[in-house]
């Protein structure tokens, strides 16, 4: 980008861009702000983007108030001809009723407005279209000067407290589609809890694009009007419109009329109240959607003390350190049948390989998965991991607003049902080097089999021997080890020699493959716990970390929407 066109931090952000941050933050909040609040920020969007497609050259002014107010008198003085029906009977205005200056274009602003009843001012046959053609007061320079007179709507409604629920429906329905409103109250009800409450405060904020009038001022005392206008802008300032002018007027008597006629026309002259009414209403629909569901105060990223936290817990409902224990038991069990003694070594095929005997590797079901024969997880082990999911969950949620955490929690389980499957594929596909072999298991094999071989010929001989005895026929001499201290025949020292060295074998390699399977089980354990990170990454913080990622969207763009 351009350095000439790149923003300063202090610059505020260009109207679209917050409409489209606003929007943006909506769809990420689907789900986790509530649903009416959700509705209300599309149709405020829906707003926008029908205003935005109509005339541009008209500002919308729309007149509110309760019952008795003198909006429709205030109207006739504004435009200096009657053109909505005034009386003493209540309710008077039933339908908006529309003083139009400068017809160009306003005809679809005012269908989209569902106004029927208009009335075009022309020429010099009302004081609005005369003042409208006197130029602005003050400097202003060829560039800031518009070109003709301005295009201004001016809307007389229905009560707002109107006993027709009609009416009121009407009136409300127009507080959200015009540009400019005007709160019209009277000595008698400019201090209703009521209007305020349920009215002006709601739009607080909007003080670029509100007036308040208090009208029938000729019924109060003069030296009690400025009093009463001060107290009138005190409750504006609580209802949060800080900037927002009060104006005095009288339609019976003229007096602030004129005021009021050059504030509003100064206002249609800027031709920025349309924009500024959107940037208020998009500012104001941030605020509630942060006031429901602020994703501030949540971490970027799920801590890794967590996470180790959760694999644990996910471990123990993976059965790894059994499964680790058996796999180094398998490697002493396939020791034992390379360098155990030979004559026991059948002792071992009465017992299953301890791996094979879990069915780690083995077994496929219908879908082609891997499965384990390992017993299901007991209640406790079961309880750990959903508790496990549960805190970790919770930390990482952890400063965030309740719709936030419920959110994140919902998302750390949104796998559940799936999690005992995928830890059990986890393990059951492990490579734990099952056919893994040692280079000193041939060694040690072939000298148990000489061992062996020298205590069967050693008894062989004796054998023969005591046969030929036997038969009566003299045995040939048989060699003696003189090196003892007695004299003991060859074939003797062969079988007690070979017996002892292949026990010794034995025990030796039993105890060398203890301290090997020791290693293979360290080692088992470290991939079977690698592969369990791997699936609580899958199944749970992968989820956690999208939702904290969609909290810091949100937040950035309510951010830029609020402006």
Do not use: C
């Not at 066109?5 to 109207?15: C, G, H, I, Q």
């Not at 801590?303 to 180094?328: Q, T, Y």
């Not at 003797?492 to 039993?510: D, E, H, Q, R, S």
Request: hydrophobic share 45%; net charge neutral; charged share 25%.
């Amino acid at each position: 980008m351009s350095p000439l066109l790149r923003r300063s931090p202090d610059e505020p952000a260009p109207l679209i861009e917050r409409i489209d941050a606003l929007d943006r933050a909506a769809e990420s909040l689907e789900g986790v702000a509530p649903s009416s609040e959700l509705t209300a920020v599309h149709e405020v969007l829906d707003r926008i983007d029908r205003r935005r497609a109509l005339s541009a050259e008209h500002t919308v002014i729309g007149l509110f108030g309760a019952t008795g107010s003198g909006k429709s008198s205030l109207v006739n003085s504004l435009v200096g001809k009657d053109i909505s029906r005034a009386a003493v009977r209540r309710p008077t205005t039933a339908t908006p009723v529309a003083a139009v200056l400068g017809g160009s274009g306003s005809d679809a602003l005012l269908d989209w407005l569902e106004v029927e009843d208009r009335h075009h001012l022309d020429g010099t046959d009302a004081a609005l279209a005369v003042a409208a053609a006197r130029p602005a007061k003050g400097r202003r320079s060829r560039r800031e000067q518009p070109s003709g007179p301005p295009g201004v709507v001016l809307l007389d409604l229905p009560d707002l407290d109107s006993v027709e629920s009609a009416n009121r429906a009407v009136a409300e329905r127009m507080t959200g589609l015009v540009d400019v409103i005007v709160w019209v109250t009277d000595p008698q009800k400019y201090a209703d809890a009521v209007l305020h409450q349920e009215f002006v405060r709601p739009f607080a904020g909007h003080d670029a694009v509100t007036v308040l009038v208090l009208n029938q001022i000729d019924r109060i005392r003069e030296h009690e009007r400025d009093e009463v206008l001060a107290s009138l802008a005190g409750i504006a300032r609580a209802d949060g419109l800080d900037r927002a002018p009060v104006l005095g007027t009288s339609a019976s008597t003229g007096e602030g009329i004129e005021q009021l006629r050059s504030h509003l026309l100064m206002i249609a002259r800027g031709r920025e109240a349309i924009a500024s009414r959107q940037r208020a209403d998009v500012r104001g629909a941030a605020e509630a959607l942060q006031a429901t569901a602020d994703p501030a105060g949540l971490v970027e990223r799920a801590a890794p003390a967590d996470v180790d936290a959760l694999v644990a817990d996910l471990a123990s409902a993976a059965r790894v350190e059994p499964v680790a224990r058996a796999a180094g038991a398998s490697y002493r069990y396939r020791a034992a049948g390379k360098v155990g003694w030979p004559p026991l070594r059948w002792l071992r095929t009465a017992r299953p390989d301890p791996l094979r005997r879990l069915g780690i590797g083995r077994e496929r079901d219908g879908e082609g998965l891997e499965r384990t024969s390992l017993p299901a997880p007991d209640a406790a082990a079961r309880a750990r991991a959903a508790g496990g999911v549960r805190r970790f969950a919770d930390a990482a949620s952890e400063g965030g607003s309740d719709p936030w955490r419920a959110a994140i929690r919902g998302a750390a389980r949104s796998r559940e049902e799936q999690l005992p499957d995928a830890l059990d594929q986890a393990v059951a596909e492990a490579d734990l080097r099952s056919g893994t072999t040692s280079w000193w298991w041939p060694v040690l094999d072939v000298l148990q089999w000489l061992a062996l071989l020298t205590w069967v010929v050693g008894l062989g001989w004796l054998g023969l021997n005591a046969l030929l005895a036997f038969l009566g026929i003299p045995p040939p001499p048989m060699p003696m080890v003189e090196e003892l201290w007695i004299p003991i025949p060859l074939p003797t020292v062969m079988v007690v020699l070979g017996i002892a060295a292949g026990i010794l074998l034995g025990v030796a390699g039993g105890a060398v493959a203890a301290l090997t399977a020791t290693r293979h089980r360290r080692r088992a354990r470290r991939v079977l716990t690698a592969r369990v990170r791997d699936v609580a990454h899958e199944q749970v913080v992968g989820e956690v970390e999208q939702e904290l990622a969609r909290a810091r969207a949100a937040a950035r763009d309510l951010a830029l929407a609020h402006g």
